[in-house]
Nanobody, 127 residues
Framework: QLQLVESGGGLVQPGGSLRLSCAAS????????IGWFRQGPGKEREGVSC????????KYADSVKGRFTISRDNAKNTVYLQMNSLNPEDTAVYYC????????????????????WGQGTQVTVSS
């Protein structure tokens, strides 16, 4: 069974950092592009960042650019989202998603481009 599991969420003070992990089971992520999405309270789900299966191409939402970094370790079958300088507007449930990709540098931004989703991990930024 193909499954994605997010971890690393929690409560953090403004200005703090968290690192989210997205681990795959039942398949290897080698040829899957990954996206991170989030849904804040009362908001629609939005794209945060995405990475190609090679790791060579990335994209970030303007709201997180310069603060968040996406990376992947295919040997560990895991993708990470390092989040620094967190602020209350970053409070949301964070989801990772995977889609099989035939081109090493392709990245995908739209939710409908992803086939597999994790259950989400809560990130709360509050003093």
């Amino acid at each position: 069974q193909l499954q994605l599991v997010e971890s690393g969420g929690g409560l953090v003070q403004p200005g703090g950092s968290l690192r989210l992990s997205c681990a795959a089971s039942g398949f290897t992520l080698d040829h899957y592009a990954i996206g991170w999405f989030r849904q804040g309270p009362g908001k629609e789900r939005e794209g945060v960042s995405c990475i190609s299966y090679s790791g060579g191409s990335t994209k970030y939402a303007d709201s997180v650019k310069g603060r968040f970094t996406i990376s992947r370790d295919n040997a560990k079958n895991t993708v990470y989202l390092q989040m620094n300088s967190l602020n209350p507007e970053d409070t949301a449930v964070y989801y990772c998603a995977a889609t099989e990709s035939y081109y090493s540098g392709s990245i995908y931004w739209g939710e409908d481009e992803y086939d597999y989703w994790g259950q989400g991990t809560q990130v709360t930024v509050s003093s």
